[in-house]
């Protein structure tokens, strides 16, 4: 008779570094991805810090990048983070700070995370909650050469209702973002790299469940594995 083992693991960040970027309110696990060495862990609650936005607070192996100042201590509420984290030989390293290009109260960025092919999703599901029909963002960051994560693209839906980027999937070429939260159902829509227009994200599908008009939860989780996509749908009857 075989019998299987599930071994699990609890990161934490050394207490000197978790007192000056997290409280135990900043939601700082509420999302995890990982590929490779890497770890991403997303804190969506988290107070905006006092790093330029859109860059990381260190560099490879956590050499400093440049001169950043020291974390806030206040700020705007509900801003978000995501915390990277690179395997080394004596544990994890922290050795990046994310947060978004535009950061504001309230984005919530963090919620969601997808990593694959060198290229980390990060959903923001409250982003222009009073402004716009469909809210939350989704950040684009990939792995450059230097080692360092830069932010290359911000994805939106269409829709009317619901929530952006309540479920994530990404590889090298694609990205699929679920939008189903608030919904009867879906869309889930699906980005694509396109080497023509300069590297860039672009749509190239709004994908819908026929006939839904009962809450089934369309897009309630998402899997992308080279061209297939796997869509969950956890209430259809």
């Known amino acids: 008779q075989r019998t299987s083992r599930l071994v699990g693991l609890a990161v934490t960040l050394p207490p000197r570094t978790r007192r000056a970027d997290h409280h135990p309110d900043d939601g700082y696990g509420e999302a995890l991805a990982s590929?490779?060495?890497?770890?991403?862990i997303g804190a969506p609650n988290a107070r905006k810090i006092g790093v330029p936005a859109g860059t990381s607070t260190k560099g490879p192996s956590g050499r400093r990048a440049q001169k950043q100042p020291?974390?806030?201590?206040?700020?705007?509420?509900?801003?978000?983070?995501?915390?990277?984290l690179l395997r080394a030989k004596d544990g994890w390293r922290r050795e990046a700070t994310l947060t978004a290009s535009d950061a504001k109260a309230d984005d919530h960025f963090g919620a969601t995370l997808s990593m694959g092919g060198g290229v980390l999703v990060v959903g923001a599901t409250g982003v222009d909650a009073d402004q716009r029909a469909m809210p939350g963002a989704a950040y684009v960051f990939e792995l450059q050469p230097s080692g360092h994560w830069t932010q290359t693209a911000k994805l939106r839906g269409d829709s009317v209702g619901g929530a952006f980027?309540?479920?994530?999937?990404?590889?090298?070429?694609?990205i699929a973002v679920?939008?189903?939260?608030?919904?009867?159902?879906?869309?889930?829509?699906?980005?694509?790299?396109?080497?023509?227009?300069?590297r860039r994200w672009l749509q190239v599908a709004r994908l819908v469940l026929e006939k839904d008009r009962n809450g089934s939860g369309f897009g309630a989780s998402l899997s992308l594995s080279g061209d297939r996509l796997l869509v969950g749908v956890p209430h259809l009857l």
């Open 165 to 174: 980027a309540t479920a994530l999937s990404a590889t090298k070429r694609r």
């Open 70 to 84: 020291p974390a806030a201590s206040k700020g705007p509420p509900n801003v978000g983070a995501v915390g990277l």
């Open 178 to 198: 679920a939008a189903s939260a608030q919904m009867p159902w879906g869309p889930v829509y699906l980005f694509e790299r396109h080497l023509a227009a300069g």
């Open 35 to 40: 590929e490779g060495n890497w770890l991403a």
